[in-house]
């Protein structure tokens, strides 16, 4: 099981036992009915292997996009037409590094074919892809050995067609990762969550790879999700208390204030892996319940869940995005 795939497993486990590159330009608000939301679905069906899945904002039907791989983080482009995710190839064989790369494929789930050729030479492993606002770049973490052979992770960004590959970050000789980086709205700068060794930090970073910063010290949290009027991050929050972990979606201002937690884990149903819709008016996540993990679309409050009757399994890495028009 590759990196991302277990710590997707081990996040869900944990649900289950709590029971500029270019700015995008403004744009008209978009409804149910021309919005789609994809994501990672581990189910029995399928021999528990990830796969992409894709529904609506209500629910109901459920299109399958790939099947016989570990696939899974999928991101929506701009216009709606082309879905970039992780595959590890060989289900078998994915705990060996340089085996899983950034694939791209349309919506629909057609012409899928990767971007990145990692293959345990130099490049150990590509993940974590999302779009840019202008759909002309995709940033994404990538484990790649030094002349020395010495392994520096970091975010990186490149072309859509996996041109033109450039560093953003680095954490560091042999360090723990850096994870799951998406663009602010305007493509400037780049949210992500760094591994620590007593939990994860968000942190953000100018896309030209200055102005690092952490953007709430010593709170652990992961998985951020930019708003599309840039006002607030969306994120999974853990909270270690003396009765356990507990997981919540919290949204917090760019400059790290006014922090939010929208869901309550205190009946002991974890909530996170947040992404917001593209109008801003609500976010969907994850939430454990005891057969699965459900996605929930809700207000940026909390307000107003409903959980989508989307059948059994567990579904994560939720996107949100626009639907393809023409």
Not at 28 to 44: G, K, L, P
Not at 78 to 87: A, C, E, H, L
Not at 272 to 278: L, N, R
Request: with cysteine; net charge negative; charged share 20%.
């Amino acid at each position: 099981m590759n990196r991302l795939v277990r710590l997707t497993v081990a996040v869900a486990a944990t649900a289950l036992t709590l029971t500029s590159l270019g700015a995008v330009p403004a744009g008209a608000t978009t409804s149910d009915h021309d919005s789609i939301i994809v994501a990672t679905r581990f189910s029995d069906a399928n021999g528990g292997q990830p796969q992409i899945v894709a529904t609506t904002p209500q629910g109901g039907r459920l299109r399958v996009l790939t099947t016989g791989h570990q696939d899974s983080d999928p991101h929506m482009s701009p216009d709606g037409k082309r879905i970039v995710f992780q595959r590890c190839v060989d289900a078998f064989d994915c705990d060996n590094v340089g085996r899983t790369n950034i694939w791209v494929m349309n919506a629909d789930g057609s012409h899928q074919h990767a971007l990145t050729q990692c293959d345990a030479s130099r490049c150990l492993g590509a993940f974590n892809p999302a779009f840019s606002p202008d759909g002309r770049w995709i940033t994404f973490t990538e484990d790649l050995l030094d002349a020395n052979g010495v392994n520096f992770n970091g975010v990186f960004v490149m072309r859509t067609d996996g041109t033109h590959p450039r560093r953003v970050t680095s954490n560091g000789p042999d360090n723990l990762p850096d994870l799951r980086p998406q663009f602010s709205p305007d493509g400037r700068s780049i949210v992500f969550n760094r591994e620590t060794t007593d939990g994860d930090r968000l942190m953000t970073v100018h896309a030209d790879g200055t102005g690092l910063r952490a953007l709430l010290p010593g709170v652990d949290g992961f998985s951020a999700s930019w708003s599309p009027d840039g006002r607030r991050i969306a994120f999974s929050l853990a909270r270690h208390l003396a009765g356990g972990t507990t997981l919540d979606v919290a949204t917090v201002r760019p400059d790290g204030t006014g922090l939010r937690v929208v869901t309550d884990s205190t009946d002991g149903t974890a909530s996170f892996f947040p992404a917001w819709s593209p109008d801003g008016s609500r976010i969907v996540f994850t939430r454990g319940v005891p057969d699965g993990c459900a996605l929930v679309v809700a207000r940026p409050d909390g307000s107003r869940p409903k959980t989508l009757d989307i059948g059994a399994g567990c579904f994560l890495d939720a996107n949100w995005g626009r639907a393809a028009s023409g």
